[in-house]
């Protein structure tokens, strides 16, 4: 489930965001608990601030739920798993998915109780930068919210770019789901 806390105006824009991740990695939403929100630039400052000791405003901050020791740990090859329509995940990167039963197993998963969900954790967006950037970069704010969804949804899944390879990979994953969104 994808509970937004955003202007409503954005809310079908965010959950598609965060759905094309989902489905980069064939994770049903209904199997997943994510939470979004924007914030005012003061409340994103103290965030960042009690999170990461930056006193600093920024564009977007995750709280994964879970804290994967390898980004890809729980990405399985499709042969492995026997329901799959091989020709429904043509074009896929590497034809991986994402095991969401597998890490609902696991001793330090959190499982939403109401629905049987996999907390993945919250994101948070601070629609004042997010403004700025999309002029900076010159482009929509559509798609500066939407990259920034897609940025956060990878870091809850377990991505990173604190080094060069892993930056190379998150990247270029937030390229080809950003295609795939067509923004």
């Known amino acids: 489930m994808i509970n937004l806390f955003v202007d409503e105006k954005y809310e079908k824009l965010i959950r598609h965001a965060v759905n094309c991740v989902l489905l980069h ?23 960042n601030f009690a999170s990461r000791g930056v006193n600093e405003v920024t564009d977007v901050l995750s709280f994964p739920a879970i804290e994967f ?14 329901n799959i ?3 429904s995940i043509e ?3 590497d034809n991986k998915i994402f095991d969401v039963s597998k890490i609902k197993n696991e001793p330090f998963a959190s ?12 994101i948070y967006i601070c629609f004042d930068v997010a403004k700025k950037q999309a002029l900076i970069y010159e482009h929509s704010i559509e ?5 920034l969804t897609v940025h956060g949804v990878l870091h809850l ?4 770019h604190n080094n060069e390879e892993a930056e190379n990979e998150m990247f ?3 390229k080809e789901i950003m295609n795939a969104i067509g923004l």
Do not use: C, H, T
């Open 111 to 122: 499982i939403n109780p109401e629905n049987n969900a996999l907390i993945l954790g919250e």
């Open 172 to 174: 270029s994953l937030q």
């Open 91 to 93: 074009g896929k990167r």
């Open 69 to 82: 020791n390898n980004n890809n740990e729980f990405l399985i090859n499709n042969d492995e798993i026997q």
């Open 157 to 160: 899944l377990g991505f990173d």
């Open 25 to 47: 990695y064939f994770i049903d939403e209904k199997d997943v608990d994510i939470e979004i929100g924007f914030l005012e630039n003061e409340d994103m400052q103290q965030l």
């Open 143 to 147: 798609r500066e919210l939407s990259f």
């Open 85 to 87: 329509d091989n020709d």
